[in-house]
């Protein structure tokens, strides 16, 4: 899902894209620069060499190895922010990277983790307020039981369950100032197999509110396709 949001800011307004900069913070080791220009390519009328590039010049892709090294990262993101005007997107996969490890470290390691994260989540608040850019970010998620479309042993889908099914497995375990920096919260899950293709479940929650919404899609070369 990230690699078509990103595809979707970066692509040119004469290709249905928003023609916007995005930054990514990767903090998983997970980003996959090939599979991204696959997409830009299935979804560029034209696609060049050249079309590509210009697509990822809109694009900073930083890596992150720990919180503390997340934390200062965040700290001296409004130089760049200041000069770069058309960067609107700021995505953080994952929010949680370091958390698992500096918790098992346990001691003064994971309290300086908490004091770190609490300090990211004012960076990135600030950043907000006063640069308007949208932040978007992911947990890893806790073991939960199955979710709202479990298959039956016969193979067919089970019944369709309101979203909030979903919604009550989520468990929520960074600290408090970051639940109160989340305005919208997606949940994703696996769902059943559709022609070969393993289809996914997306709950779209206000946390305020608790009103939730869900629809299904599935990978494919260019991406991501709602059904």
Not at 128 to 140: D, F, S
Not at 148 to 157: K, V
Request: glycine share 4%; charged share 20%; hydrophobic share 40%.
């Amino acid at each position: 899902m990230l690699y078509h949001l990103v595809a979707s800011c970066v692509l040119p307004e004469s290709m249905g894209g928003l023609q916007v900069e995005v930054l990514f913070i990767d903090t998983d080791c997970h980003f996959d620069m090939l599979r991204l220009v696959t997409i830009l390519e299935h979804r560029l009328a034209q696609s060049t060499e050249e079309s590509v590039k210009q697509c990822l010049g809109r694009l900073f892709l930083v890596h992150c190895c720990s919180s503390t090294q997340l934390l200062l990262l965040l700290h001296s993101l409004e130089s760049m922010v200041c000069s770069h005007p058309a960067l609107c997107l700021l995505i953080v996969d994952s929010m949680s990277a370091f958390y698992w490890i500096d918790r098992r470290n346990g001691g003064e390691s994971f309290s300086q983790q908490e004091a770190n994260l609490r300090c990211c989540v004012e960076c990135l608040e600030r950043l907000q307020n006063e640069y308007r850019l949208v932040l978007l970010a992911t947990t890893q998620a806790l073991m939960s039981g199955p979710g709202p479309e479990t298959a039956r042993p016969d193979g067919a889908a089970a019944a369709w369950q309101p979203p909030l099914v979903a919604v009550a497995e989520y468990k929520p375990y960074l600290c408090k100032s970051w639940q109160k920096l989340v305005k919208h919260r997606f949940i994703f899950s696996k769902s059943s197999m559709r022609d070969n293709k393993q289809e996914f479940a997306i709950v779209s929650l206000h946390p305020k509110n608790s009103i939730a919404t869900r629809c299904s899609f599935i990978i494919t070369d260019g991406g991501v396709q709602f059904l």
